[in-house]
């Protein structure tokens, strides 16, 4: 069973919601990435979805881009966010799912990519641009290779979209909660409850929701109707007011703060 597996079905057999956090490699440094990934896994983080910097992030709002900017800045590549992945697995096993674009990725090789993503330890990887419709040439690399290939879906998604993941995805479903860009909202969608419950008719696999969830009250709310809550902007605007240990402090006290609110007590 892969790493996302196991901490799902472990998180369900003790009545627990998944936290799933997000932050940009290579923001400020790669350095920073691998001393804080550890510290993230022990303040509460079940899963991370590691960014991969890219120039033109079309469907990231403004905290994410400039995240981006600062780690490409910082000389980050794909094949040195892999090297980072390897050090990292030498002290902390928390699932990592690489989340991006695909142009750096078919610059890359997909085989290669797979194979090399697999080696230095990466269990899964969610491409935003590539629908399930478009993904068979990549697919086929990333299951010869055991890479789980996660999706997203939205509000708008239709049923043949959601069948479609439900036979080709892997890990979890991504479920983008709102329209639009990423960044932090205001408050959670009234219909989350019956989006949701309309997608777990069709599909079996851990559904985590995401896109805008920036307080542990909204992700107490998410948390009531999904397997598992994303939290993204919010955690990456630490890096844009922080740094050295004062943003330690701030990321794994906030990280703690989502996974207290996830509690079985909070959400029961």
């Known amino acids: 069973m892969s790493r996302l597996d196991t901490c799902f079905s472990s998180l369900a057999q003790r009545g ?6 997000f932050i940009t490699a290579g923001d400020p440094d790669l350095a920073t990435t691998e001393t ?8 509460g983080a079940d899963i991370l979805e590691l960014g991969m910097p890219f ?6 709002g403004p905290t994410i881009q400039l995240s981006s900017e600062r780690a490409l800045a910082s000389g980050t590549t794909l094949t040195a966010i892999l090297e980072s992945v390897k050090r990292i697995r030498t002290t902390c096993d928390i699932p990592i799912v690489l989340m991006g674009y695909l142009n750096p990725i078919h610059a890359y090789g997909y085989q290669r990519f ?9 269990d899964g990887v969610l491409i935003v641009d590539m629908p ?7 697919l086929g690399h990333a299951l010869a290779s055991g890479l789980q290939t996660i999706f997203l879906l939205t509000p708008t998604s239709d049923k043949a979209r959601i069948l479609q993941v439900a036979e080709l995805g892997r890990g979890f479903v991504y479920y983008v909660t709102v329209t639009g860009v990423t960044g932090a909202r205001q408050e959670v969608s009234s219909a989350l409850a019956q989006e949701l419950a309309g997608i ?6 851990p559904i985590a929701a995401g896109f805008g969830v920036s307080t542990p009250q909204q992700a107490a709310e998410v948390a009531q109707f999904a397997d598992g809550v994303v939290v993204g902007s919010a955690i990456v605007k630490l890096f844009q ?4 240990e004062q943003l ?3 990321l794994t006290s906030f990280i703690g703060q989502l996974k207290g609110a996830l509690a079985p007590a909070q959400h029961a």
């Not at 804080?36 to 303040?43: D, I, N, S, Y």
């Not at 399930?132 to 990549?138: A, D, I, Q, V």
């Open 16 to 21: 627990e919601k998944a936290l799933v956090t």
């Open 36 to 43: 804080l990934v550890p510290l993230m896994q022990q303040a």
């Open 55 to 60: 120039s033109d992030p079309m469907a990231d």
């Open 114 to 122: 797979a194979t090399d993503a697999v080696a230095a330890g990466v």
């Open 132 to 138: 399930p419709e478009e993904s068979s040439l990549f």
């Open 200 to 205: 777990k008719q069709h599909i079996s696999l």
């Open 241 to 244: 007011s922080y740094s050295g």
């Open 248 to 250: 330690v402090t701030e």
